[in-house]
């Protein structure tokens, strides 16, 4: 069993930055793929960036050179680095680990990007 606790959102201006990290316990943070998403007023949640268990990465195309998602796997920790934000990134976060069929969310954590 995975516990998600993410951390770091909050208030920002346009074309500032964040850093949001998600601790993992519970069980072997290493093998799982994690992942952040987000769910934005009216709208599905959508994956944002993906990590490997080897270290590997996925963006969407529209934080692609803005967002950049790491882990570290002493620390049982996968954060999302988040520059140059916009309105559009407004949303809440969701950590999430998954391992075949094993999949954990956190609670969630609200970045608003406003004036």
């Known amino acids: 069993q995975v516990q998600l606790v993410e951390s770091g959102g909050g208030l920002v201006q346009p074309g500032g930055s964040l850093r949001l990290s998600c601790v993992a316990s519970?069980?072997?943070?290493?093998?799982?793929?994690m992942g952040w998403y987000r769910r934005a007023p009216g709208k599905q949640r959508e994956l944002v960036a993906l990590i490997s268990s080897g270290g590997g990465t996925r963006t969407t195309d529209s934080v692609k050179g803005r967002f950049t998602i790491s882990r570290d796997n002493v620390k049982n920790t996968v954060y999302l680095q988040m520059n140059s934000l916009k309105s559009e990134d407004t949303a809440v976060y969701y950590c999430n680990a998954n391992y075949g069929a094993q999949v954990y969310w956190g609670q969630g954590t609200q970045v608003t990007v406003s004036s």
């Open positions: 519970g069980s072997i943070f290493s093998i799982y793929t």
